[in-house]
């Protein structure tokens, strides 16, 4: 982002508890009293109860109180304990991922908020401090996407973080706003060289422009200059959804440059969404046989495979996706390994779809046992989470509405 200058401003990630094994009163009366500031007071009442200690939420609340009373070793092992517990005890990742960010440790924490945010995607200060991490390490797309993230998740919208973070995203999108109406007084004068300045002044104030990439790439593309057609077309594949052109414009881009083996892999990818029999089809296929010789270097193959590790040592994970993909296409063999790799940063780049699948599943079963409140909850969290009118989206609404109904009828009437 340009010109940002936001400050990381993580805390302590609060506790969550809604385990039927464990009495609701000790446990929210011990986390009053953790807000009252009675930190010593909570470590001997949770720590001498088994119940409490033995949860993953009451591990989080110990070690929130040892961190209050500034033993940072003993509150990072009870939140490591705390996982251990209960792999989806999200407050744990996010106060894990602080610590390591304080001391510097940036993708050690980022990939510690990634766990936090495939648990929790709604969790408005897991978005805001991924998105100051990745801006801090220049990421300025994924940066961009989190603090949009932060915005439509964040409730509290009177704070002082929230007006900052909205004031600097309404400034740089009236900026774009600008830069777009000169593009459309550039196209009236056929300026291609101006419009293509423009285009990329416009990227380099907001980042996440999705179309202007494309746009970009066409330009360079039909300038002739390939190597910067295939960088802007790259950046669309990796970040945003695409079509199977960009996929042939990748792979013969890569082509073009001579560098086979990702137009080897590039066009294994165009050739599964091309339907059989036509020319497009066919061209592909031979192209394909005609590069299969790269299958057969060893060393460039597995350079892949060090790419692959280098992204995700810097948390470039949709980089990682590709490259771990790459080198399964040219080893020709299913490595559950990278597979399992590959699933779990495709989870880190889109959690969404995934936590709207398993809430979804648990809409009939919350219903069938009558948890009527719990129903609603996980059906606002669907409706959140949601794009548009999907089917899960106007499934949570209905299941809502019937949830709210038989509660009003119970609280009125004693149904």
Same mark, same amino acid.
């Given at each position: ?8 401003? @993580? ?6 508890? &809604? ?7 000790? *446990? ?12 010593? !007071? ?13 949860? #993953?939420? #009451? ?8 961190? @209050? ?12 304990? $705390? ?5 989806? %005890?999200?407050?744990?990742?996010? &106060? ?7 001391? #510097? ?13 495939? *648990? ?22 994924? $940066?961009?996407?989190? =603090? %949009? ?8 919208? &009177? ?9 600097? +995203? /309404?400034? +740089?999108?009236?900026?774009?706003? =600008? ?16 419009? $293509? ?13 999705? $179309? ?7 330009? =360079?593309? =039909? ?24 996929? +042939? %414009? ?5 082509? *073009?440059?001579?560098? &086979? ?14 339907? %059989? ?6 061209? /592909? ?6 590069? @299969?010789?790269? +299958?057969?270097?060893? !060393? ?37 390994? *990278? ?62 509405? !019937? ?13």
């Amino acid at each position: 982002m340009e010109n940002a200058d936001l400050e990381n401003v @993580s805390g302590l990630s609060g506790v969550s508890f &809604n385990d039927d094994n464990i009495s609701g009163d000790r *446990i929210k009366r011990a986390y009053e009293m953790y807000e009252m500031g009675r930190y010593t !007071e909570v470590l001997a009442m949770t720590e001498a109860d088994s119940q409490i200690s033995s949860s #993953g939420y #009451g591990q989080v609340l110990i070690g929130n109180c040892y961190r @209050s009373l500034n033993d940072k070793e003993k509150a990072i092992s009870h939140w490591k304990k $705390a996982v251990e517990i209960s792999p989806l %005890e999200y407050s744990a990742y996010i &106060n894990i991922g602080n610590e390591l960010y304080k001391d #510097g440790k940036i993708s050690e924490a980022i990939y510690n908020w990634q766990l936090a945010c495939t *648990i929790m995607p709604e969790n408005p200060t897991v978005n805001l401090n991924l998105a100051n991490a990745y801006n801090q390490k220049n990421s300025r797309i994924k $940066a961009t996407k989190y =603090f %949009e993230k932060y915005l439509q998740y964040e409730k509290k919208i &009177n704070t002082p973080e929230y007006f900052k973070v909205k004031q600097v +995203l /309404v400034n +740089l999108k009236a900026k774009v706003d =600008f830069y777009a109406r000169k593009v459309e007084e550039f196209k009236l004068q056929r300026n291609l060289k101006g419009i $293509a300045a423009l285009y990329l002044k416009m990227i380099a104030t907001y980042a996440n422009l999705p $179309a202007i990439y494309a746009n970009i790439a066409e330009i =360079f593309f =039909f300038d002739k200059n390939y190597e910067k057609a295939l960088e802007f077309y790259l950046v669309v594949y990796l970040n945003y959804p695409y079509s199977t052109k960009i996929i +042939l %414009e990748i792979a013969n881009l890569y082509l *073009i440059l001579g560098k &086979n083996s990702y137009a080897y892999v590039y066009y294994k990818r165009a050739i599964d969404l091309l339907p %059989e029999g036509t020319s497009y089809y066919s061209k /592909v296929k031979s192209k394909i046989a005609s590069l @299969s010789f790269v +299958l057969n270097d060893a !060393e460039i193959v597995d350079s892949h495979l060090q790419k692959a590790r280098d992204a995700e040592a810097d948390n470039d994970y949709e980089l990682a996706i590709d490259e771990y993909e790459n080198y399964m296409l040219l080893t020709e063999s299913e490595n559950p390994d *990278i597979k399992q790799l590959i699933d779990k940063y495709k989870l880190f780049v889109n959690p969404e779809p995934f936590v709207i699948n398993v809430l979804y599943n648990q809409i009939p079963d919350l219903m069938n046992r009558k948890k009527l409140h719990a129903c609603v909850e996980v059906c606002d969290r669907i409706m959140l989470l949601g794009q548009g009118h999907t089917k899960e989206v106007m499934y949570a609404m209905k299941c809502k509405a !019937e949830c709210r109904r038989i509660i009003v009828a119970r609280e009125q009437f004693g149904v």
